[in-house]
């Protein structure tokens, strides 16, 4: 600390006569003003008056004093904010803390203790405390622990403290720049089973599964509870839950309904986050429907053994709201020969109605629910013989969820009541496996030598087509089937009022289905050239792929002459009506612009990569981004998306296609494209989002370059600051932003073998660890010379397989 200013700190309020005896502790006859600062003792945390974000107001709050970048913990006025300076904070002669506005003479906030204390104190921990008595030899009758913000430290207790009857539970912020109480809280949920539950207002989110005694061997990293809940603990005092970990670890409800872990490695690094995936959100599949993420299916609900969809048709359109019902209701599951279904590793059912039993073996258990005809379900946590907790379910058996592999110890194993017939019916079913798996294997030994050669003779030829989907005609797709009534209905009969956008492809249209969901359909035009090539590209291609930043395709429509395609409705539209329009433009803020760059990245990666086959998009751009309600970044339109198997990554084309100002020049001149083609746009997206400049129509004064030039040039002159969007004048991380503009630089580079792979980009834009190379000059950037493609090094140029000419060039 600053030995100056920790005097001119003393030196303030002794002008006011109230000396400061102790950088951690306010007796009655001090006070904190706006400008002073209480430490703790080994100056972990501070408290001090402050303004969050863009906001004018004053509030009394406590963070890390030794992190530079302010990370607020606990705000004492959260609600009750001081406009102006001139805010106190003292302890009255009853021993309360207050704050008062010196302005209007006025109380704003008070704590509400009866006894009267005598000191206060701000731990190391976090925790403001006011102690009764000499030197606190009286206790604790106050602490900031107690009534928590957002925040929860180390060591800091949820739950219910049974003497005094708080309840300790974290409440987000309303945003970033109004620490009021928000909408969204995480609590622990008292029952038989407590569980720790995110709610929105009164709606549950998210919860951590139900307490159980035994302690799996999970790593951290693969359950939510092993990851940040240590303790739990139930007595006559209180019940409560915490975790362990460094002082420099927090976990926090943000102003967008998420719960996060972070902890402090020179930066914040979020190594947990949930909800994650849709199986993360409460009651995904309804009552009696389970989650799996890991199906290998589009959709991700499946009914629990012996039920079915209450509603096929809402089943059909992925809506499992309604949840599912027993497939037989009349047959009898009491004494007639019922029996229990496993549902391997699952995170088990909510558990307000659930019933403990302490003590008991599994089959004990077992035996404990089938003799009750109202059990529905049962888990055990004894092993091998031992015993442990009985858990049984009576009523709703709501969000279960079936853990993906590589979480072996994520949850339990459930046991599901079904009728005999079920019970029957799943026994012949294993009893015919068997029987198959002789048959298979068998015929496998007989057919061996043909099966390798035909396989061998497929992967030649595909190999020397480059497994071209658009000529795929024997792949296998399986995608629902919207019927044209639906659709028509959907959209009031396809009315312009009801049309969002129009492409190569034909038009757009917003649908609302009565089942109260947002679609988007997308109809051939009759007089599209590209229309019904892209058709049959998105449906083979997109629907096999699933990840978090690519549109999904919800299914299509096929007849007579008509073709569509009904897509997630994405409500924020397209990424370039963002950058591009100025009072748009102003909702993005850098955070959130380096969040949809991220965002676009993992998408590609995921493509390049990660996908069963290795997706080249070929029409990257801002207006094929779409952004969802929470402005979350999709990627759309694979009609020109081309897929290749093994490792072949490069390929040629006689017909170019895409978007000037975002194709690389070794595919516009010479039809050679690869992923480093898709690399190329993504960084001229990069660039636009981080200027909300177009490449293609962008004019300068000085000079005639296109955007890519004009980013070059800045880069060059060490002036890549000015290339930022104005809108985004305030307070912000400068260099991740130019970290940002280098990377998109580096891109761009006119040669391909330059350009990073995309896996590089996602690291270098999520590690500021990394150290960046110089780019080069990009592609592009200003008038071309007929020889500029083959300037590159001969790395670049394949042998004779891909010595083409163009002869077409399509721009859309």
């Not at 920790?6 to 006859?29: A, E, G, K």
């Not at 072949?648 to 039809?671: C, H, L």
């Not at 177009?694 to 030039?709: I, M, Q």
Request: hydrophobic share 35%; proline share 4%; net charge positive.
């Amino acid at each position: 600390m600053n030995p100056g200013k920790w005097v001119f700190n003393l030196m303030l309020p002794f002008l006011f006569s109230r000396i400061c005896t102790s950088t951690d502790t306010l007796t009655p006859n001090q006070s904190i003003k706006d400008g002073d600062v209480l430490v703790s003792s080994y100056e972990t945390f501070a408290l001090r008056f402050f303004s969050p974000g863009n906001s004018n107001r004053r509030y009394v709050g406590i963070w890390y004093n030794k992190i530079p970048q302010q990370t607020v913990v606990w705000v004492a006025n959260r609600d009750s904010p001081i406009n102006g300076t001139y805010g106190v904070l003292s302890l009255n002669r009853d021993g309360n803390f207050v704050i008062n506005d010196n302005t209007r003479n006025h109380t704003i906030w008070q704590t509400n203790v009866s006894a009267v204390s005598y000191s206060a104190q701000l731990l190391d921990s976090g925790n403001l405390v006011l102690f009764q008595g000499d030197s606190g030899s009286g206790g604790v009758v106050w602490q900031s622990f107690d009534h928590p913000t957002n925040t929860l430290l180390p060591n800091m207790k949820l739950g219910l403290d049974r003497r005094t009857g708080i309840e300790r539970f974290l409440t987000s912020w309303k945003s970033r720049d109004d620490p009021s109480t928000g909408e969204y809280s995480f609590r622990l949920e008292l029952n038989d089973m407590p569980q720790l539950m995110l709610f929105k207002g009164i709606t549950r989110v998210w919860r951590i599964p139900a307490w159980v005694t035994r302690r799996r061997s999970a790593k951290a990293g693969t359950t939510a509870s092993s990851l940040f809940i240590g303790t739990y603990g139930n007595n006559h005092d209180q019940i409560y839950a915490f975790y362990n970990a460094s002082n420099l670890s927090t976990m926090f409800v943000d102003e967008l309904g998420s719960l996060k872990m972070q902890t402090w490695v020179g930066r914040w690094v979020k190594f947990y986050s949930v909800p994650g995936d849709q199986c993360d959100y409460y009651g995904r599949c309804g009552a009696y429907g389970y989650c799996n993420s890991n199906n290998g299916q589009e959709f991700e609900c499946t009914c629990l053994p012996g039920y079915e969809p209450r509603s096929v048709e809402e089943w059909y359109l992925q809506d499992a709201s309604g949840g599912c019902i027993k497939k037989r209701e009349t047959l009898s599951m009491c004494g007639n020969g019922e029996g229990f279904v496993k549902v391997a590793n699952a995170r088990i059912p909510d558990t307000p109605k659930a019933r403990v039993s302490m003590s008991l073996s599994e089959p004990e258990c077992e035996d404990k629910c089938l003799r009750n005809c109202s059990c529905l379900a049962y888990t055990s946590e004894a092993e091998k013989g031992a015993r442990a907790n009985c858990i049984t379910w009576y009523e709703n058996l709501m969000d279960v969820r079936r853990y993906v592999r590589r979480f072996p110890d994520g949850g339990l194993d459930l046991y599901v009541r079904v009728d005999a017939v079920e019970l029957a019916q799943r026994m012949e079913s294993r009893r015919l496996k068997r029987r198959n798996v002789a048959i298979v294997v068998t015929s496998v030994v007989l057919t061996s030598l043909l099966f390798i050669t035909l396989v061998c003779w497929l992967v030649m030829k595909k190999l020397r087509r480059g497994i071209d989907i658009q000529d795929s005609d024997e792949e296998n797709v399986e995608l629902p089937i919207f019927d044209m009534v639906t659709l028509a209905g959907a959209t009031n009969n396809f009315s312009d009022a009801n049309k969002i956008g129009e492409g190569g492809f034909g038009s757009v249209y917003k649908g609302h289905l009565s089942t109260g969901k947002d679609i988007a359909i997308k109809r051939l035009s009759r007089d599209s050239k590209q229309g019904l090539e892209e058709f049959k590209n998105e449906v083979i291609l997109i629907a096999k792929l699933q990840h978090r930043n690519l549109v999904r395709l919800l299914g299509c429509c096929i007849l007579g002459e008509e073709r569509m395609l009904v897509y997630e409705y994405m409500p924020n539209g397209s990424l370039d009506s963002f950058i591009f329009e100025i009072s748009r433009s102003k909702l993005l803020t850098c955070s959130r612009r380096l969040d949809i760059i991220i965002g676009i990245a993992r998408g590609i990666l995921y493509l390049h990569q990660d996908s069963r086959l290795r997706v080249i998009h070929r029409d990257l751009k801002a207006s094929n981004v779409l952004l969802d309600s929470e402005m979350n970044p999709k990627i759309s339109d694979f009609g020109l998306a081309r897929a290749f198997g093994g490792d072949q990554s490069s390929s040629k084309t006689k017909r170019v296609v895409g978007t000037y100002g975002y194709m690389a020049p070794e595919y516009a001149i010479d039809g050679l494209f690869s992923t480093k083609s898709d690399i190329f746009s993504f960084g001229v997206i990069v660039l636009e989002i981080m200027s909300g400049k177009r490449n293609r129509k962008f004019h300068h004064a000085d000079h005639d370059l296109n955007l890519l030039g004009h980013a070059w040039k800045f880069w060059m002159d060490g002036k890549a600051f000015e290339l930022i969007d104005p809108v985004m004048q305030g307070s912000f991380p400068m260099s991740k932003v130019l970290r940002c503009i280098q990377i998109g630089l580096l891109c761009v580079q006119k040669c391909p073998e330059d350009r990073p792979t995309m896996s590089s980009v996602v690291l270098m834009l999520v590690s500021d660890i990394t150290a960046l190379p110089q780019p080069k000059q990009p592609g592009f950037y200003t008038g071309r010379s007929s020889k500029e493609t083959h300037e590159c090094s001969p790395a670049q140029i394949s042998p004779s397989i891909n010595e083409v000419t163009m002869t077409h060039l399509e721009a859309r």
